[in-house]
């Protein structure tokens, strides 16, 4: 009996050894170091007003009290975030301006390297007091989808015309400095469920999909009735 | 016929193999560089508890490359078409309930994913495709023996047993 098995035994090893390699190397080189790039690290550098409580979230009048609170959602390649800009982004940085809300941009990073880059810079644009100009300034100028334009120098030569020249921003586009905030961004907006960009919450609300986004009547109309 | 069939039969499970495990492959490959996006690829199902949902979405591309590289090389044919199939059949399920709910997502099964704008969903396209697969999947359980597999030889037996 053992005779029979044996020739039979040789070949269930090959392919079974060979389904194992295929295992473990998979779960090896791809699923564990996923999951660990994955894993929200509190102590990572965040660029200033951001606020950690508020989901990581780039936060403007966070002192305001009895105002609207407007949360965006958003990935700055995603076209639709870019049109998104463009209807309502002059109404919002107004009511920033004139502290009749508190705003907060969440930059998400679902789109691939090229999202995750941007996130990046704009958090270096936010030490330089210059976050809502570059946020207005990359849709502007958004390529297509990871096309490989987006990279440090495109976005320090794209800086310079908001008058950002320090040293410290372009060390902190290319050491991707803030690639630990921009992760933790993405997680929290994970938990919260955001499936697609633009997705933006009025005092913990999302506005109506069918018809804020698209109008700017509609957005206002969802701001005032908050 | 039965002859003929007995000629053919590893000849179609080698095409039901190389389509099985090539769909899953690459769909598993375009997803695994984009966590992020396949996390909420899964999320938007509104199927799971949001934490389950994403951990779905990171283990399901290794998953699907697994399975599919397995498929492709032909071995372990009936255990990877089974699991293949199954995978293939709860992905039909979490389809259906979308469309029946009225849900506006795209099945994100290569990769994009989440929300759609209405009339922009393909939920009857992506079923009868899963549908087929499922189809090819039963085949090689029935019909493990293919061309230029692995597990060729062990099968060999018990497979022109089953047909014969």
Known sequence: ?226 | MKEKFVTLQPWFGLVARLTLGGVLFVAGYLKVGTPDKSQMAVRAYEMLPISVANFLGLILPPIEIVIGALLMVGALTRVMAALGGFTMFVFIIAIAQAWARGLNIDCGCFGGGGAVAPGETKYLQEILRDIGLVFLAAYLIRYPLTKFSLDKNQNRKSSQEEVA
């Not at chain 1, 389904?19 to 790039?37: C, H, Y």
């Open chain 1, 1 to 226: 009996m053992a005779q029979a098995k044996n020739p039979k035994d040789g070949k269930d090893n090959f392919t079974r050894n060979l389904v194992i390699a295929v295992v473990i190397g998979v779960v090896l080189i791809m699923l564990v170091p996923t999951i660990l790039s994955k894993q929200t690290d509190s102590s990572a550098a965040v660029p200033s007003s951001v606020s950690v409580e508020d989901g990581y979230g780039m936060v403007f009048n966070k002192e305001l009290q009895d105002v609207p609170f407007i949360e965006i959602y958003e990935d700055f390649q995603c076209p639709a975030c870019a049109r998104f800009e463009a209807i309502v982004g002059e109404y919002v940085d107004d009511l920033i301006n004139t502290k009749k809300a508190k705003v907060a941009y969440h930059p998400l990073s679902f789109l691939g390297p090229e999202s995750q880059l941007a996130a990046n810079a704009a958090g270096c644009a936010a030490d330089e007091g210059k976050f809502l100009q570059f946020h207005k300034l990359l849709y502007a100028n958004q390529p297509a989808e990871n096309s490989g334009a987006w990279n440090s120098s495109y976005f320090t030569t794209l800086s310079l015309g908001l008058g950002i020249s320090s040293k410290e921003y372009d060390k902190c586009v290319s050491n991707n400095e803030y690639k630990g905030w921009v992760l933790n961004v993405a997680n929290e907006g994970a938990k919260r469920n955001i499936n697609s960009t633009p997705t933006v919450f009025i005092n913990g609300k999302e506005i109506n999909r069918d018809t804020d986004y698209n109008s700017l009547g509609d957005f206002m109309l969802a701001v005032s009735k908050a």
